[in-house]
Each structure stands twice: as structure tokens, then as C-alpha cells.
């Protein structure tokens, strides 16, 4: 495996950690907590990063299955972040998560894992 790839496939297990304890978090307190914030936006961080590293290290380029699948989770989880980050500036810090956000983000998260399992599956089949 090069070394983009390595860095990259390093990162987005970094990403997943992120994602799950702001996920997690949010999913049971129901609130927008610093928590949430600082591990979403994390999450979106190191995910950009994780993508960008896999995108230069493929042989495949930049537009297979698993990318697509891949770049529309980040855009959800993104989409997550932006409407979090909008409800905690409309109604401030420990704010309640509205139902549809909360849906919302559990079904982001749900397709992340989803893509992060396949790209592991993947690299395993091969």
C-alpha cells in the first residue's frame, strides 16, 4: 500500500472515532453540546483530509464505486454539520436537536459506516 493510501486509510479511522462520539452523543442526549460540535466538525476535517490523501494514492482514480459512495457520505455527514452548527447558532449551546436533524444525523452516520465498511471490505478482497 503506498503512503498516501496508508495516511489516508489512518485518518478516516480517526474520522469514524470522531463521527461516533459525536453521533453517539448527540443520538442520546439529544442535545448540541461542545461534544457534538467539536467532534462533528472533526469528523468532517479529517474526513476531507482522509478522502483528498485516498484520491491522490489510487491507481483507480478518483471516480469508482466506492468513491461515490464514499463522497456522498461525506457530503451527508457535511450537510450534518452545517444544520448542527445552524441550530446551535439559532438556539444556542445545549440546545434541543429537532426530530428531523436527529433523523437525520443517525441515517448520515448509518451511511458512513456503511461506505467506511465497504472501502475495508474493499482492501481486504483484494
Known amino acids: 500500500m503506498n503512503t498516501y493510501l496508508l ?3 489512518s485518518i478516516v479511522v480517526l ?9 453517539i452523543s448527540e ?13 462533528l466538525t472533526l469528523g468532517v476535517c479529517l474526513d476531507i483530509t482522509a478522502t483528498t490523501f485516498m484520491i491522490i494514492g489510487s491507481t483507480k482514480g478518483a471516480f469508482t464505486l466506492h ?7 461525506l ?9 448542527i452548527w445552524k441550530q446551535r447558532l439559532k438556539k444556542g449551546m445545549n440546545s434541543y436537536v ?9 441515517y448520515a452516520y448509518i451511511w458512513w459506516v456503511i461506505a467506511f465498511i465497504t472501502g475495508g471490505l474493499l482492501v481486504a478482497l483484494r
Do not use: C, E, W
Not at 468513491?67 to 457520505?73: A, R
Not at 429537532?98 to 433523523?103: D, G, I, N, S, T
Open 7 to 9: 495516511l489516508g486509510t
Open 75 to 83: 457530503i451527508g455527514m457535511f450537510i450534518d454539520a452545517v444544520l
Open 27 to 39: 443520538q442520546f442526549k439529544k442535545t448540541i453540546n461542545k461534544t457534538v460540535l467539536i467532534f
Open 98 to 106: 429537532p426530530r428531523q436533524l436527529h433523523v437525520y444525523s443517525r
Open 67 to 73: 468513491g461515490f459512495i464514499g463522497y456522498s457520505s
Open 15 to 23: 474520522a469514524l472515532i470522531s463521527y461516533s462520539i459525536a453521533i
